[in-house]
């Protein structure tokens, strides 16, 4: 499976947008980029998808490169509740049952 | 709206003895997975069923086995529980095996075997 590449923390504050970079220089033409976030004590929850174009969702944007080697998740104003582990990763080839290989991801901090 | 179900939600176990964590979804879902998550660590795959009826290893499935009961529930049986498998363990689903749909996630089964 295509690794990804995330820093392993970055800061906000509330209320200004937050950018979170991740570098997949290995990805395949079919692999889908996903992400996820991991509140305290709870399972991750779905955040955004997207193949090629940029895409847009109630709770983020996703710009994704041109080449498609690197993206990124954009949180427009970022609230207290938005820290938590920030998880990119490429989807697996459903030959192998589409299965999420996760990273160590972002630990995103907000500060009020 | 209850999404992706799991019991227990804390278990004690000693080493040597057996276990099975339950997971249960009502959303109608044909894929499932179980994976497990260590300290300061992401989550990795221990097993997964993509439809009623077949199973596969992932990552880690040593130690491990699982059971696809029918589509709603999908098991995850410890046989002789050991240290190393102390974790949290979630399970997910989601619609089907394509790539580009998202995994539902439960709150976890956090397991500690002294």
């Known amino acids: 499976d295509a690794k990804t590449t995330q820093p392993n923390s970055m800061e906000s504050n509330e209320e200004e947008p937050v950018h979170l970079p991740c570098n997949h220089s290995?990805?395949?033409?079919?692999?889908?980029i996903h992400w996820y976030r991991q509140l305290p004590s709870q399972g991750p929850e779905y955040v955004i998808h997207?193949?090629?174009s940029n895409v847009n969702n109630r709770m983020a944007s996703l710009a994704i490169a041109e080449d498609r080697k690197s993206s990124t998740l954009i949180l427009h104003r970022a609230t207290l509740r938005d820290a938590a582990v920030y998880y990119c990763?490429?989807?697996?080839?459903?030959?192998?049952?589409?299965?999420?290989?996760f990273g160590e991801g972002t630990q995103l901090t907000v500060n009020p | 709206n209850a999404g992706v179900t799991q019991t227990p939600k804390f278990q004690v176990l000693k080493t040597g003895q057996s276990m099975t964590l339950q997971c249960a979804q009502d959303?109608?879902?044909?894929?499932m997975y179980w994976y497990r998550q260590d300290p300061g660590m992401g989550l990795r795959l221990i097993y997964y069923?993509?439809?009623?009826?077949?199973?596969d290893k992932g990552e880690v499935p040593n130690g491990y086995n699982v059971s696809r009961l029918n589509k709603r529930e999908f098991s995850l049986r410890l046989e002789s529980a050991a240290p190393s498998q102390t974790s949290v363990y979630f399970c997910?689903?989601?619609?089907?095996?394509?790539?580009?749909?998202?995994?539902?996630f439960g709150d976890g089964t956090r397991l500690s075997i002294l």
């Open positions: 997910a689903s989601k619609t089907g095996v394509y790539s580009n749909q998202p995994q539902h």
């Open positions: 290995t990805i395949s033409g079919t692999d889908y």
């Open positions: 997207g193949l090629t």
């Open positions: 990763i490429l989807g697996a080839s459903e030959t192998s049952g589409s299965r999420l290989t």
């Open positions: 959303m109608n879902h044909n894929s």
């Open positions: 069923s993509a439809s009623e009826g077949t199973t």
